[in-house]
């Protein structure tokens, strides 16, 4: 099974339009199945949350050595 993804708008008749060149990859009248990914109200604070408690839970206090690392090469 081959997948496609694609950013889409449902339109107001309720249709989502399939980009030409991903048609031109589909022969006519070929079954397709569909999943459709809906971001909740406040998905991307969520998601920014969890990234930054993600990264920071690989921070280790010996990385402490780095946060100056910037201003003692510029002297």
């Given at each position: ?5 694609f ?25 397709v ?43």
């Amino acid at each position: 099974m081959k997948a496609f993804e694609f950013q889409a708008q449902v339109n107001p008749d309720g249709t989502v339009a399939i980009p030409a060149d991903l048609c031109k990859q589909i022969s006519p009248n070929q079954a397709v199945r569909v999943l459709l990914l809906i971001a909740e109200p406040n998905e991307e604070a969520v998601w920014s949350r969890l990234t930054s408690e993600q990264f920071l839970q690989g921070y280790d206090a010996s990385d402490a050595i780095y946060d100056n690392l910037t201003s003692a090469a510029q002297n």
